[in-house]
């Protein structure tokens, strides 16, 4: 018998043997936990299709024109820092992924299917899908492609709800609720029609008959803004605080798609910098265009009646002062043809402005005209800027946002200002116009005073010049824009353009992955191993018996794998009766009224084994020659009548209210020396029954006839019948049950009956599961030789030793765990 004395409960400290022995008894499991997790890691590898990160580097040069004041007082360069914002906002700008989606051909995306992964195949495709953009084809429906041999391929496609797209005009045209059901055989390069699809599909030089013959691949037609939603997901971020290059990174599946994708993007963001630098010289061609179709028709007029006149008429020399008069109209009209193409930019000007709410984005530079009106130029450039920061604003806030209505006014005001001045100007321009008429006319009379064919030729050439003088200047200052056209660069730079050249994949990182999986499977059967000791509200071990009570422990019941509840009898030589002998023997050393003793079994519940317990050591007595008698005191629920097949309408409740006298309540057991008393017919009032006079007069008789007499009684956690009877008894058996029994609820009622001061109560240790290690782990230790050693000294002495050894590593596995 253990702690036999009493003693108070120890302080509860870290027990590193014990702590080792438990981690050395869970040795499989860390080992299969951990072959688990690296195998899920293998597959996750294996069968995760890796993602490639490609980048490339931009430079977006300062604005070193600009001062920005604010640098002065230690806040960095504001405007710059705007300005790179502004760029990167532009970068990732919805409208600049779709113009390089639509400059790439990713109309139609190529799958393969293999080992449980879908690859795109991109550039490595074995064939191509040709169609008439001018035919709409269905977005988004899937085409199941099988290469067959000659020259043949299956085609299959299921799909409801496709939505037809327009590649000539760049939109989705209409949604088509029907079901698509294509099947087929058919050749390279056939024409495949369709109510809603026309295409046909060429093998290419990628084709190889021993890879791709029977495998499967499929290609869907796609629409531009599933594209463009697609590629936003890309990221921007300068590469440090002080620096304006930024990186362009986007992570991908198809390293080669992604890297044509992100140089794209810069060219396009390039040509679009270009464009918008160019934009001032491309508006003054234009304008000069326009301006040329007009006056080369009139200068062709003049030019063939001058030479037709010449050619008619005989004209003499004009004289010195003929000459000086035609040389100054010539002068006039010069300025004339000047100020004429001012005047109509003007009036260009103010048509534009009355026009265009927007931006100045198609206008005309004054500059480019060879106009230097500082006003004007100062007002264009306000209004330009303001326009500028309009949009940026707009970037950040609404329509009806109270900064983007002060922008709205002072652009009104701007322009009624700007409009203003242009009036002006054109009144300006036509008094200048008109002044040089009227010296023109002065100039006309001196002419008139000339010969009539003399006259008429100096008229002639008055007109041709005129026209010739306007054609020239037009031609100089569209040659002046087109030469700054030609010179303009770029304001930012690709530093390294994107490359797919020996790219690792930034997911799955494999070593990563196997690493992790090498330390879950340590940590996981730590945690668990740990956890399951600190989460169990379950009775395990003696530690945590002891740190709960100092009531001595009796010993410990085994578990039974055995069919029959009535163990003892039935296998007498197994291990589990053995452990019956061991309590028969630790009982001894409890008081006793000479060879006799009442014993009493308990628990805190049900289903800990109290009858299993009362049964079976009833028969070990009987087994040893003592006279023994089992009492089924569980008034409220009797079934040992069921173990032993005997009757129970006469017991215990029928004598206590007189119905029936002591011999005729007790009935013999198959087993020899061993007599019970059933609990009889469920009485109403039990503990009544219990704690009456007749039951004192039932023990007086029975102690006198029984050396042993062994009380199966209700759980004390539910009713207080075993309080009543423990008067009765020598010694009081507090059975636990391990891995079921509640450690609150035992250590409340544990405490309950240490505080009532009852004697002779200890406890029993039932459905201990003992191993080759229990020695060193649970209940083994101290009990006899057999128990918790393995093949050590009690090896070969039990019936169901050979039981055990055959019990192999997976059948551990589960009971342990």
């Known amino acids: 018998m253990e702690n036999y004395t009493n003693q108070a409960p120890q302080e509860e400290t870290v027990d590193f043997k014990q702590l080792f022995f438990k981690f050395y008894h869970y040795w499989y499991f860390f080992i299969i936990t951990v072959f688990i997790a690296l195998a899920i890691a293998f597959l996750f590898n294996k069968y995760t299709q890796p993602i490639y990160k490609v980048g490339t580097t931009v430079l977006i040069k300062d604005d070193k024109s600009s001062f920005d004041p604010q640098a002065l007082l230690g806040l960095g360069n504001v405007k710059n820092a705007q300005v790179l914002e502004n760029e990167i906002g532009v970068l990732k700008s919805r409208a600049l992924v779709n113009r390089a989606v639509r400059t790439l051909d990713f109309k139609v995306s190529y799958f393969q299917e293999e080992n449980f992964l879908t690859r795109e195949l991109y550039k490595d495709s074995p064939f191509t899908v040709e169609f008439d953009t001018a035919n709409p084809q269905p977005a988004g429906l899937r085409f199941n492609l099988i290469i067959l041999p000659n020259n043949e391929f299956s085609l299959t496609t299921e799909g409801e709800s496709v939505f037809l797209y327009d590649y000539a005009k760049g939109k989705q045209i209409e949604k088509i609720n029907q079901k698509f059901d294509v099947r087929g055989k058919f050749r390279f390069g056939e024409q495949i029609r369709g109510k809603f699809y026309n295409f046909k599909i060429l093998l290419n030089t990628n084709f190889k008959p021993k890879e791709h013959v029977n495998l499967n691949m499929f290609f869907t037609f796609n629409k531009i803004e599933d594209l463009t939603n697609q590629f936003m997901g890309f990221e921007i971020e300068p590469i440090n605080r002080e620096a304006s ?16 994708f992100l140089n794209t993007l810069t060219a396009v963001y390039m040509s679009r910098g270009l464009e918008k630098k160019n934009q001032i010289a491309t508006n003054t061609i234009n304008f000069i265009d326009e301006q040329l179709l007009g006056i080369t028709d009139s200068l062709r007029t003049a030019e063939t009646v001058l030479q037709d006149f010449r050619t008619k008429n ?3 020399d004009l004289d010195f002062q003929s000459q000086q008069v035609f040389q100054q109209m010539k002068e006039l009209e010069n300025e004339k043809a000047v100020l004429l193409v001012k005047n109509k930019y003007y009036l260009y000007l103010r048509d534009y402005l009355r026009k265009n709410e927007g931006d100045l984005a198609g206008l005309t530079v004054p500059s480019s ?8 130029t100062k007002l264009i450039n306000d209004l330009t800027s303001l326009y500028a920061s309009r949009g940026e604003a707009m970037m950040m806030a609404k329509e009806k946002n109270p900064i983007i209505a002060s922008y709205d006014d002072r652009i009104r005001v701007n322009k009624r200002t700007l409009e203003e001045n242009i009036n002006n100007i054109v009144n300006t321009s036509s008094i200048s116009i008109r002044e040089i008429d009227s010296r023109i006319n002065m100039l006309s009379g001196k002419i008139s005073k000339l010969p009539a064919t003399q006259r008429l030729l100096v008229g002639i050439e008055r007109k041709f010049k005129l026209n010739d003088a306007i054609y020239t200047y037009l031609l100089q200052k569209r040659s002046e824009a087109q030469i700054t056209r030609a010179s303009n660069m770029p304001d930012n730079e690709v530093i390294d353009q994107a490359s797919s050249d020996e790219m690792e994949p930034v997911f799955p990182k494999k070593t990563l992955n196997y690493t992790i999986a090498l330390l879950l499977g340590f940590i996981f059967p730590v945690v668990y191993v740990l956890g399951k000791g600190y989460f169990n509200e379950k009775l395990i071990d003696k530690k945590e018996l002891e740190s709960l009570t100092s009531l001595p422990l009796l010993g410990h019941i085994i578990h039974n794998n055995k069919d029959s509840k009535i163990v003892v009898a039935e296998y007498p030589k197994s291990s589990i009766a053995e452990s019956f002998r061991s309590i028969r023997t630790n009982l001894q050393y409890f008081k006793q009224t000479g060879d006799k003793q009442t014993i009493l079994i308990t628990s805190t519940m049900v289903s800990e084994g109290k009858t299993f317990t009362s049964v079976n050591l009833a028969s070990i007595f009987a087994l040893y020659g003592k006279k023994t008698l089992l009492m089924g005191f569980d008034l409220r629920k009797p079934k040992i009548y069921q173990d032993f097949g005997l009757s129970n309408t006469e017991g215990i409740s029928s004598y206590l209210i007189g119905k029936s006298t002591i011999d005729s309540i007790i009935q013999k057991s198959p087993l020899e020396n061993l007599d019970i008393i059933m609990a009889g017919p469920v009485p109403p009032n039990p503990a009544e029954l219990i704690g009456s ?21 209700p759980p004390v956690g539910l009713v207080t019948d075993a309080f009543l009877l423990m008067k009765y008894v020598d010694v009081s058996i507090f059975v636990v049950r391990q891995n079921y029994t509640n450690k609150k609820i035992f250590g409340s009622i544990i405490a309950d009956i240490e505080k009532r001061n009852i004697p002779d109560v200890t406890i029993l240790v039932n459905d201990v599961r003992l191993d080759n290690n229990s020695y060193s782990y649970g209940y083994g ?18 019936t169901d030793d050979q039981e055990t050894e055959e019990e192999g590593l997976i059948n551990k596995m589960f009971k342990k765990s």
């Open 245 to 260: 290059i930024v990186e362009i990174s986007l992570r991908s599946t198809n390293v080669h798609k992604a890297t044509d």
């Open 314 to 316: 005989v004209v003499m």
């Open 693 to 713: 006079d007749k039951n004192a007069e039932l023990f007086q008789g029975l102690k006198d006839r029984y050396d042993y007499i062994i009380i199966d009684s």
């Open 369 to 376: 005209m060879g106009i230097d009106d500082p006003i004007l």
């Open 781 to 798: 230790y101290g009990y006899g030789y057999g128990y918790g050693y393995g093949y050590g000294y009690g090896y070969g002495y039990y």
